[in-house]
């Protein structure tokens, strides 16, 4: 007689989508980022922000995987809001998104703890693939 291998009754539930905030003043590039993560079915945009002070509470309350966070904001520079997410979340990576290629914002954004630097002229893919990067560690 053979035996019937006992199949589990456990469901694995979907695999855990990659958690983001976005953190930019421009609005309508601010939706069009959520819109492209969102497409997405392994990435989940959780929350934006329009400001430096309102990205880092998002961090905070949310604790995201990854934060994309714009290099200039009016109320701080990518590095500043950087340091400040790293603070509140440590796990959390941060993508620092810049319509400048400056050498020194780049220098400046490692130096704060941020884990990518991709710039506003590059294809959404890049910026896609750049989540799932530093996702990835």
Do not use: N, W
Request: net charge negative.
């Amino acid at each position: 007689m053979t035996e019937t291998p006992i199949v589990s009754d456990i469901v694995l539930g979907p695999a855990h989508k990659i958690r983001v905030i976005i953190v930019d003043d421009h609005e309508m590039f601010l939706e069009a980022i959520t819109h492209v993560l969102g497409r997405q079915t392994d990435i989940e945009v959780v929350g934006g922000a329009t400001t430096a002070a309102q990205g880092v509470a998002l961090a905070g309350a949310m604790q995201p995987d990854v934060a994309i966070v714009d290099y200039q904001l009016p109320d701080g520079d990518g590095a500043s809001v950087t340091h400040a997410i790293r603070k509140v979340c440590p796990h959390t990576q941060v993508l620092i998104l810049s319509g400048s290629s400056s050498e020194q914002h780049l220098i400046d954004a490692i130096d704060a703890g941020c884990s990518g630097f991709v710039t506003k002229d590059k294809a959404a893919d890049t910026l896609v693939g750049a989540v799932r990067l530093l996702h990835s560690g």
